[in-house]
């Protein structure tokens, strides 16, 4: 996925303004940055959520700018909310079932489908569940399991790792690890540093909509740029 | 397949009993009730597949309900069309007003789709009052009273009662359908937040076009058989809103988003709201009104998923016990 001088604007606000990065398929991306910065907005933007105000986002060589999201999750890509969206009122699986139904159009194939990505996300044992009755960090997996039903080849997670004890985090990690290795793209927002650091091939930061570095994960915690963006001057960025 | 076999022959089992009912009842009076609370099953039935499922509070109902009756009664009054295809024309026009709403208004979230659609309907009763030569006017059309199969008037009401009984197997059995398919769960996601459905890859606005051209397909027959059950039609019969508001209200009650759930509505409020007039609106004008409206406040407060919604809940509760209790 290529993203090409991206622009968003809001009234006279630029929340994201002329970023411009490669996500090469198969690897991990990190987009990390203070609040504000418009981390979920450039999500907004490639999901297609909004439309850019300029710059071009282009997906296995297709410019797919101004597609709507139905569109762009047709063609392979899938994100999750950092403010979890789950359908309260229908049960976790039914939930999954509304990703799986994308690809498989019979009521038991998408069924056996759904149930396949609860059981490798371990909340299989929730599938009868409404999500408003679960703790967020269900909820979170829940998102992601709705995303992953629709079989992507480009996944974008939106801070699927806040609101997780350590445990958690490190098991969401191993699945995105996982993930990766079967050769799904994938970018994740964060703020915990140590995740990012642990899977990201490249991370991008932004400060105020504007790129400010993009770079292998140890070169960018060194750099005194993004140091000053995240904490000041006198601190360094390791596990906020 | 089990699970469905049982399911058709609970529904096989229930319509039965209705029509069984429609046998033993032989005095027009308990008919004409039957009638009316099986009409405004189908009607409750109809909305609720974008009321309940899609989630579109729509308060403009009627004007697919009046379409349909004005396109039958003027097709076989002014062209001599046999009503048997004259019901089908008015839910087809009432598709066709559903794809010009759905242009129009079906981007509309919220509140804003459900003032569009009070406006739409106030707009077509002001057309049918203004239209004297098509519509009568005011005055409403009259359909001669002439029983034969091609004029679709009947001498017997039970006639009408079985038109009615079949149009509401049609609708359950597409409700029953849309329910466990895609489309289903694609109404509901877009139901329950529009955005992460899209995200799912979820088209919203084909999805919701689709309830509403089903929705008021439904009603709008539904319109054209109550015309030849009433045989007669006006603009304040058949384009008031208060019918709208009045279908929302039983699916809400009876439970919204189910299959059952406006039927349960229809069947429970239809005949209390008959009886309630029938016992006082001779001494207090309006007091059943009064009655009835705290009635359905009290049930939406209490219950806010309804009567059915609430047995359901209370049903599988008490099955998570049993199973619980029975591992334990």
Not at chain 1, 74 to 80: E, I, L, P, S, V
Not at chain 1, 130 to 144: C, F, G, R, S
Not at chain 2, 9 to 18: G, K
Request: aromatic residues 10%; positive net charge.
């Amino acid at each position: 996925m290529t993203i090409d001088k991206v622009t968003k604007e809001f009234g006279g606000l630029k929340a994201v303004n002329d970023v411009s990065c490669t996500v090469k398929e198969g690897s991990i991306v990190g987009l990390i940055g203070p609040n504000g910065s418009g981390k979920t907005t450039l999500f907004n933007v490639i999901s297609g959520v909004y439309k850019p105000t300029a710059g071009t986002i282009m997906l296995d060589g297709k410019d797919i700018s101004y597609l709507s999201a139905h569109k762009k999750t047709m063609m392979g890509m899938a994100r999750t909310f950092q403010v979890v969206k789950p359908f309260n009122n229908i049960s976790v699986l039914e939930n999954v079932m509304v990703g799986s139904y994308l690809h498989n159009h019979s009521h038991h194939r998408s069924e056996e489908f759904a149930k396949g990505i609860l059981e490798r996300l371990e909340i299989d044992q929730f599938a009868d569940e409404y999500p408003k009755n679960l703790p967020l960090a269900i909820k979170k997996k829940v998102e992601i399991a709705r995303a992953l039903a629709t079989s992507p080849k480009i996944l974008l997670l939106d801070e699927v790792m806040g609101g997780l004890n350590p445990q958690e985090t490190d098991q969401v990690l191993q699945t995105i690890v996982k993930l990766n290795e079967e050769g799904m793209t994938i970018v994740v927002i964060e703020h915990k540093m140590r995740c990012i650091m642990a899977i990201a091939e490249k991370v991008i930061v932004l400060d105020s909509g504007k790129m400010i570095a993009m770079d292998v994960p140890e070169v960018v915690a060194k750099n005194p740029e993004v140091i000053k963006a995240y904490l000041g001057d006198e601190y360094h960025a390791e596990d906020k | 397949m089990k699970l469905l076999n049982n399911k058709i022959i609970r529904w096989a089992a229930f319509f039965l009993v209705l029509i069984i009912a429609g046998l033993v009842v032989d005095n027009n009076y308990y008919l004409d009730i039957l009638i009316t609370v099986v009409f405004y099953a189908c009607m409750a039935s109809a909305w609720n597949i974008v009321g309940g499922y899609a989630g579109q509070v729509s308060v403009g109902h009627v004007a697919f309900l009046g379409l349909g009756a004005y396109t039958s009664t003027i097709l076989f009054l002014k062209l001599n069309i046999t009503p048997l295809i004259g019901i089908f024309a008015g839910g087809i026009m009432a598709m066709v007003l559903a794809l010009l709403i759905g242009f129009l208004t079906i981007r509309l979230r919220g509140p804003f789709f459900t003032l569009s659609t009070i406006a739409i309907a106030e707009i077509l009763l002001v057309l049918a009052v203004r239209f004297h030569g098509l519509t009568g006017g005011s005055e409403g059309l009259n359909i001669p009273y002439r029983p034969s199969v091609y004029n679709f008037v009947f001498k017997s009401y039970f006639t009408y009662y079985m038109m009615f009984i079949l149009l509401m197997i049609a609708i359950v059995a597409v409700i029953s359908y849309i329910n466990k398919s895609r489309t289903g769960f694609y109404l509901r996601a877009v139901r329950e937040d529009e955005t992460a459905a899209s995200s799912l890859g979820v088209d919203v606005l084909r999805s919701k076009l689709t309830a509403l051209l089903v929705s008021a397909f439904f009603t709008g027959v539904g319109g054209a058989l109550y015309a030849q059950y009433l045989l007669f039609i006006d603009p304040h019969t058949v384009f008031t809103v208060s019918f709208s508001t009045k279908v929302a209200a039983l699916s809400i009650v009876g439970g919204i988003g189910t299959v059952i759930g406006p039927i349960v509505g229809s069947f429970i409020l239809t005949p209390l709201e008959i009886f309630l007039r029938s016992q006082l609106g001779g001494t207090y004008q309006g007091l059943y009104l009064l009655i009835y409206g705290v009635i359905m406040v009290s049930v939406i407060l209490i219950i806010p998923k309804g009567i059915y919604g609430a047995l359901s809940d209370a049903i599988k509760r008490r099955r998570k016990q049993v199973k619980n209790e029975l591992s334990a």
